[in-house]
T-cell receptor
Framework: SQQGEEDPQALSIQEGENATMNCSYKTSINNLQWYRQNSGRGLVHLIL?????REKHSGRLRVTLDTSKKSSSLLITASRAADTASYFC????????????FGTGTSLTVIP | DTGVSQNPRHKITKRGQNVTFRCDPISEHNRLYWYRQTLGQGPEFLTYFQNEAQLEKSRLLSDRFSAERPKGSFSTLEIQRTEQGDSAMYLC?????????????FGPGTRLTVL
């Protein structure tokens, strides 16, 4: 079963705009990760945030984590057409730390 | 190319047949994971190995599914008596202790179609 759920399911923006997608999960976690999937490159790890962290940056990516709300957000700034892909959050539940649970994904389309 | 490789990339089979997929992880990655992904969904965890030991299996993994990693390098996933509901993308990933096992490197997947 899916641990997480991304919101929105689909997002369409113009190149240069920012894209924000959210992830909610169900159980306490050790860390949360975001992955990108497109037909050309498969699933690629983007960024990891630990449960004791609240915000993390990597290039044009900014991730926040609110463990009290069991939610995370991924912000992509100055989007490019190449950012068009599906984005998934993945968590490892504290109870079963070696299993990773992926959400249902947000499909992002960046229009040139 | 030193990435994770999976073979075959596509497999079409008839219901009731057995199929086997292979995954070659990145060398020196001692953890290997299998996932199943259906259209519009995220990957679902099936099982994982640390070296040759299969340490965890999802309840999704019915008795028709079996995975092996005999020498701690490549792994195989076999599905016996396939059903139409087994149609999905089967993904393999590997990770290493230097990354605290958190970052998983995924292969391109094997797309299974059961007719």
């Amino acid at each position: 079963s899916q641990q997480g759920e991304e919101d929105p399911q689909a997002l369409s923006i113009q190149e240069g705009e920012n894209a924000t997608m959210n992830c909610s999960y169900k159980t306490s976690i050790n860390n949360l990760q975001w992955y990108r999937q497109n037909s050309g490159r498969g699933l690629v790890h983007l960024i990891l945030i630990r449960s004791n962290e609240r915000e993390k940056h990597s290039g044009r990516l900014r991730v926040t984590l609110d463990t009290s709300k069991k939610s995370s957000s991924l912000l992509i700034t100055a989007s490019r057409a190449a950012d068009t892909a599906s984005y998934f959050c993945a968590t490892d539940a504290m109870a079963t730390g070696n299993q990773f649970y992926f959400g249902t994904g947000t499909s992002l389309t960046v229009i040139p | 190319d030193t990435g994770v490789s999976q073979n075959p990339r596509h497999k079409i089979t008839k219901r009731g047949q057995n199929v086997t997929f292979r995954c070659d992880p990145i060398s020196e990655h001692n953890r290997l994971y299998w996932y199943r992904q259906t259209l519009g969904q995220g990957p679902e965890f099936l099982t994982y190995f640390q070296n040759e030991a299969q340490l965890e299996k999802s309840r999704l993994l019915s008795d028709r599914f079996s995975a092996e990693r005999p020498k701690g390098s490549f792994s195989t996933l076999e599905i016996q008596r396939t059903e139409q509901g087994d149609s999905a993308m089967y993904l393999c990933a590997s990770s290493f202790p230097g990354g605290s096992y958190n970052e998983q490197f995924f292969g391109p997947g094997t797309r299974l179609t059961v007719l």
